[in-house]
């Protein structure tokens, strides 16, 4: 299904009738959506809108999956569900067009930002799988320690997810793993679970070593806020939750 297309998109929605749609389809490519901004607002704006008229219409409950770019990046601590937003990238600003169109459009809505997602292993085309593809011949890594972040893993996610829309709470949510760190933090403790401390040395690097098209944000550290004073944040910390996703595919390393 292609979710830019209104009418495939109304048609099946209506056919199906859901309970609940989870509306996880976007373009998470952020230098791509810098470089073409109607594609970036097409796909995670636009097409989101069609998502939410169709389950507004089939009186469905719809979850949106966010992220936190939708921030600037100039907090020193954690983001939380009450801090204002302001994108530095065109993909940050079209989801969080897509986050006004969701709780403007329904009454029934759960948005969840993501952080630095983290799954799937061999379909994996993110940070933690790129580094594990590197020790295998590589003796020095070198990973930014100037760009913060919370690493989000989707096993966690997807579980806690549940725990959530079954409180029937709508709303906006926060949804990390427990902790912040900087991506030569997760260098080095996959070098470390991995065994190859000896092996294989994490230098830290300034970010301006990786010039992209797409600015990114100093800081994309989320909070969960509100999990924690509803009690429902039972998202691991970061370092457990890699350390049980590196050693259930150790198999593959």
Known sequence: LDIRNWKDVRKSIEAHRPELVLHLAAETDVDRCEKEPDHAYETNAFATENVAQACREQGCLMVYISTGNVFDGEKHEAYTEFDRPGSVNVYGRAKYAGEEIVSTVMERYFIFRAGWMVGGWDID????????QFCRTETQLKAVNDKFGSPTFTVDF???????????????????????????????EIVKTMGLKEKVEVCPVSSLEFPLPAPRPRSEMLRNFKLDLLGLNDMPHWKDSLRTYLLANKAHW
């Open 125 to 132: 085309k993110k940070f933690v799988y790129k580094m594990v």
């Open 158 to 188: 997807a579980e806690n997810l549940m725990s959530v829309i079954r409180t029937h709470r709508y709303g906006l949510y926060h949804m990390t793993n427990k902790g912040v760190c900087s991506r030569f933090e997760i260098a080095q």
